[in-house]
């Protein structure tokens, strides 16, 4: 008897070492795989840099090397001033959204929930459109950012309200209260490009309400790195009490979890980073949806793997979908996020599909 055990014991850890080896592997080759697509999509535009001169720049500027400059100075400030900051932009805003969309879809528990579920983003973008809209040419990039924020915390505390009505917070009334709050920012949005008189800005809004990553700076490449890295670290420490939650409120509260309060903690950080991102890039549908699923499918869909696979993906992702937006009808760039809902919407009708034919 003794012997059967010890050998099942054996067994379950080298399933386990197995499972972390292919793990690790798998999320070095994606690492691998961002290195490759930054360098890449900093070299692409209107004025083509080769990879291997985006290096030795990069380089330059890291560390000092190599001592014989080679390049331009316009390739220089190209690479630097400009293409670094928006490709690192990028990969930071779409691991967040990715994360937040994973994230959500076990709060709500829902796996076609993202972002907008909350309506934060909503309540972010109706904050950041008063500032540009009214505040005209004194809309500085933090004026804009603190608009943006203080509306996602607006949408953030209404959502807490509305969810916790006459009872708990549970699942559906997340997912109510953020399409309500949803609607009702969106509608606001709307209403505040119809009263203002500032043509120019109501052309910035809703050029920034379908995301941009055109004001990248090294600013706000800082600021949404301490952020996003912030969130994302929180989350994995609650990585363990994610997947109890993701097997019911019932489950939650036998291994003495309060699945409300969890909510609350979590969809707090959630915010936090939805809000940061929404005021540098705007409104970026369809990262927080379909990157996760393709997450799960690399990671499994255990949240320690989960996020990680997550971030990575989302990081991938959308700094493709930059690079696309701002080659395909260059010198013009494309709304990022009519790039990100091309490829999203026939990835979401193939989501809904499997959702429909798989038993129940």
Known sequence: ??????????????????????????????????????????GLGPVWVPPGTVARIVGHHLVGVPADVDWTASQDSIVWLVRVPRVLLGALVGAALAVAGAVLQTLVRNVLADPHVLGVTSGASTGAATSLLFAGTAATATALAASAFAGALTATVLLFAIARINGQMTSLRLLLGGVTIGYLFSAATSFLIFASDNQEGARTVLFWLLGSLSSAAWSSVATT????????????????????????????????????????????????????????????????????????????????????????????????????????????????????????????????RRHHNSPT
């Open 1 to 42: 008897m003794t012997t059967s055990l010890s050998s099942s014991e054996d067994t379950d850890d080298l399933d386990h070492a197995h499972h972390r080896a292919v793990t690790a592997l798998w999320l070095g080759g994606l690492g691998a795989t961002l290195a490759v697509v930054l360098v890449v999509a900093t």
């Open 225 to 352: 790195a301490l952020v996003t890295a912030t969130a994302v670290g929180a989350l994995l420490l609650l990585a363990t009490r994610l997947d109890i939650l993701a097997g019911g409120d019932d489950t939650a509260r036998a291994l003495g979890l309060s699945p409300a309060r969890f909510r609350m903690l979590v969809l707090a950080v959630v915010a936090l980073a939805i809000g940061a991102v929404v005021a540098v890039a705007g409104a970026i549908g369809f990262v927080g949806l379909i990157v996760p699923h393709i997450a799960r499918l690399c990671g499994g869909g255990t949240h320690r793997r989960l996020i990680p696979f997550s971030a990575v993906l989302g990081a991938v992702f959308l700094v493709v979908a930059d690079v696309v937006a701002r080659v395909v009808f260059a010198p013009r760039e494309l709304p990022l996020g009519i790039v990100t809902a091309v490829v999203g919407a026939p990835l979401l009708l193939v989501l809904i």
